[in-house]
Structures are given as structure tokens and as C-alpha cells.
């Protein structure tokens, strides 16, 4: 036979149902936002990449594949690929190794004032991109103070940084790198704070060099870390917008393109909605597997 219910049991199996209800009303202004703004986009997106929608009448035919094959007929989406790629490649590992070794030296029992350190370091970081990319855009002017620096050691250089194909982009790299150390910075010194001190103590005794602690204590014990920061930042890199929009549109010649930034062109420019959703998801896959490999890579080291 079975047993019945005690008065108790009822009552505390009521009061959980009162109140994951509860929770639930709660939470349901955010699920209904995040479903509306945030799911609903993803579905309508995905399913207009394979359409000719405009964005401006509700018509739309169905094409197949037809805009994911033409993006590889594209010249100024293939640019604009090799943009994003040179970009990802030559900001990420100069991002990481300044960011780890400031975090190092914030670190350190050297240094004094660590909180002004850190708030400096970090301050770009709480800025408006627009703003940082205004001011940078003035240096990197013809009469800006970048070539008014160089004119005093006798280095002549009468255009704009940003206005050469063979200096823009290295220039939007260069000014991003400074903008992103500080928030990496803080993650990793975060990181090394959780290392316990007993370990560089005990290799102290055994007579390590802070070279040795450094390879052997605070890399291996900080890859956690150094996983998250590199696939956030690779994800950041890849879509890399705001800085391309203000500093450049883009140009001269379409040598600072980016796949986000040429997205933007086709789909609320040209109004080719179908066609920059197309471009979105291939965005997305090479994301989803450059993350992949990074965690394949780090992920089976710790």
C-alpha cells in the first residue's frame, strides 16, 4: 500500500510550488524581452538569408543558397574577410602578452599606488569607442600630433595616417590594442590574485627565478583565464564595427573593410537585407569554429 502524505510534506511541496511561481512572474518580463529582441531576431534572421528581402516592403522570395555562394563572388566581402582576419591576427597576441605582463606587474610587491594603475589602465575601457576613435582619429590627422612628433626627430610625413591604404588599418589595430589592454588587464590580475602565495614562496626556498614562477607557477595556473580573455577577444575582433565607422567608413579603397562593417553597408545602405543576413552567418561559423579550435588548443593543457 502506499503510504500517504504527510501534513508536512503537503505543505512544504505546496509552498515550493508557490514559489518557483513566483520566481517565474518575476523572470517573466526578462524571458518575454529576451525572446522578443534576442530569439525572435536569430529565427527571422537565419530564415531571411535565404530570401531577397529588402527590409523595406514585406516581399520576399525564396533564393536557396543563391546569397551564400554569391558572398564568395563578392571582391569587397573576400577584402573584407582578409581585413577582419589581418585584424584578429595582429591585435589578439600583442592584446594578451601586454595585458598579461601589466597584470604581472601590477601585481608585484614593487609597485606602489596600484589602485591609480589600475582605474588608468581600465579607464579607456569605460569610455565611448565613438569618442576614443574621434580622438585617435585627430592624431592620426596630416597636422595631427603623431606627425608633429615625428617632424622633431626629422621623420616628414605630410598625409594622414588614416588616409593610406598601406597605414589605415595598421592604425585602427595600433589604437584598438591600446583601448582593450586595461579591461584584459583587470581580468588577469584577477586571475593571478587567486594564485596562493605559498607557491612562489615554497619555489623562492627552491631557488626559482622569477622567470621560473612566471612559466612554471603563473601561466600554467592562469589558463582559465587566458582561455576566456582570448575567445571573448576573438569574438570582439571579429566583430569589429564602431572604430572602421567612425575613424575610416571603411576606405580608402576598402583597405580597412570588415565583414560587420561591410554587413552594415549592404543591409542599411543598399537595403540588401537577405543578402547581409547571408553574411552574418558565415560570420558566425568562422566564430563558432576559431572558438572551438581555441578551446580544443587550451582547454586540453589544464
Same mark, same amino acid.
Request: charged fraction near 15%; charge should be positive; aromatic fraction near 16%.
Given at each position: 500500500?502506499?503510504?500517504?502524505?504527510?501534513?508536512?510534506?503537503?505543505?512544504?511541496?505546496? /509552498? @515550493?510550488?508557490?514559489? #518557483?511561481?513566483?520566481? !517565474? $512572474?518575476?523572470?517573466?518580463?526578462?524571458?518575454? *524581452?529576451? %525572446?522578443?529582441?534576442?530569439?525572435?531576431?536569430?529565427?527571422?534572421?537565419?530564415?531571411?538569408?535565404?530570401?531577397?528581402?529588402?527590409?523595406?516592403?514585406?516581399?520576399?522570395?525564396?533564393?536557396?543558397?543563391?546569397?551564400?555562394?554569391?558572398?564568395?563572388?563578392?571582391?569587397?566581402? /573576400? @577584402?573584407?574577410?582578409? #581585413?577582419?582576419?589581418? !585584424? $584578429?591576427?595582429?591585435?589578439?597576441?600583442?592584446? *594578451?602578452? %601586454?595585458?598579461?605582463?601589466?597584470?604581472?606587474?601590477?601585481?608585484?610587491?614593487?609597485?606602489?599606488?596600484?589602485?591609480?594603475?589600475?582605474?588608468?589602465?581600465?579607464?579607456?575601457?569605460?569610455?565611448?569607442?565613438?569618442?576614443?576613435?574621434?580622438?585617435?582619429?585627430?592624431?592620426?590627422?596630416?597636422?595631427?600630433?603623431?606627425?608633429?612628433?615625428?617632424?622633431?626627430?626629422?621623420?616628414?610625413?605630410? *598625409?594622414?595616417?588614416?588616409?593610406?591604404?598601406?597605414?589605415?588599418?595598421?592604425?585602427?589595430?595600433?589604437?584598438?590594442?591600446?583601448?582593450?589592454?586595461?579591461?584584459?588587464?583587470?581580468?588577469?590580475?584577477?586571475?593571478?590574485?587567486?594564485?596562493?602565495?605559498?607557491?612562489?614562496?615554497?619555489?623562492?626556498?627552491?631557488?626559482?627565478?622569477?622567470?621560473?614562477?612566471?612559466?612554471?607557477?603563473?601561466?600554467?595556473?592562469?589558463?582559465?583565464?587566458?582561455?576566456?580573455?582570448?575567445?571573448?577577444?576573438?569574438?570582439?575582433?571579429?566583430?569589429?564595427?564602431?572604430?572602421?565607422?567612425?575613424?575610416?567608413?571603411?576606405?580608402?579603397?576598402?583597405?580597412?573593410?570588415?565583414?560587420?562593417?561591410?554587413?552594415?553597408?549592404?543591409?542599411?545602405?543598399?537595403?540588401?537585407?537577405?543578402?547581409?543576413?547571408?553574411?552574418?552567418?558565415?560570420?558566425?561559423?568562422?566564430?563558432?569554429?576559431?572558438?572551438?579550435?581555441?578551446?580544443?588548443?587550451?582547454?586540453?593543457?589544464?
Amino acid at each position: 500500500m502506499k503510504q500517504k502524505k504527510k501534513k508536512g510534506d503537503v505543505f512544504i511541496l505546496k /509552498l @515550493k510550488n508557490k514559489y #518557483n511561481l513566483t520566481t !517565474f $512572474v518575476f523572470l517573466l518580463p526578462w524571458i518575454i *524581452t529576451f %525572446i522578443i529582441f534576442s530569439v525572435y531576431p536569430i529565427i527571422f534572421s537565419f530564415g531571411i538569408s535565404f530570401t531577397d528581402y529588402t527590409g523595406l516592403s514585406p516581399e520576399m522570395n525564396f533564393v536557396g543558397l543563391k546569397n551564400y555562394f554569391s558572398l564568395f563572388k563578392d571582391e569587397i566581402f /573576400l @577584402k573584407a574577410m582578409r #581585413n577582419t582576419f589581418i !585584424f $584578429v591576427i595582429g591585435t589578439i597576441p600583442f592584446t *594578451t602578452v %601586454i595585458s598579461i605582463l601589466l597584470a604581472v606587474l601590477i601585481n608585484s610587491k614593487m609597485v606602489r599606488f596600484k589602485g591609480l594603475f589600475k582605474a588608468g589602465f581600465f579607464l579607456p575601457s569605460v569610455m565611448s569607442m565613438v569618442v576614443i576613435s574621434t580622438i585617435w582619429r585627430y592624431i592620426y590627422s596630416a597636422d595631427g600630433i603623431l606627425n608633429y612628433l615625428l617632424q622633431t626627430i626629422g621623420i616628414e610625413k605630410n *598625409t594622414g595616417w588614416l588616409a593610406s591604404p598601406d597605414t589605415a588599418l595598421l592604425s585602427i589595430m595600433i589604437m584598438n590594442v591600446w583601448a582593450a589592454i586595461g579591461y584584459y588587464t583587470i581580468i588577469f590580475l584577477a586571475g593571478l590574485q587567486s594564485i596562493p602565495e605559498e607557491l612562489y614562496e615554497s619555489a623562492s626556498i627552491d631557488g626559482a627565478s622569477n622567470t621560473d614562477k612566471f612559466f612554471k607557477i603563473t601561466l600554467p595556473l592562469i589558463k582559465p583565464t587566458l582561455f576566456f580573455v582570448i575567445a571573448i577577444n576573438t569574438i570582439r575582433s571579429f566583430q569589429i564595427f564602431t572604430e572602421i565607422f567612425t575613424m575610416t567608413g571603411g576606405g580608402p579603397l576598402n583597405s580597412t573593410q570588415t565583414i560587420v562593417h561591410y554587413l552594415y553597408l549592404t543591409g542599411f545602405r543598399q537595403f540588401r537585407m537577405g543578402y547581409a543576413s547571408a553574411m552574418a552567418y558565415i560570420l558566425v561559423i568562422i566564430i563558432l569554429i576559431i572558438t572551438l579550435i581555441q578551446q580544443r588548443v587550451l582547454r586540453s593543457e589544464y
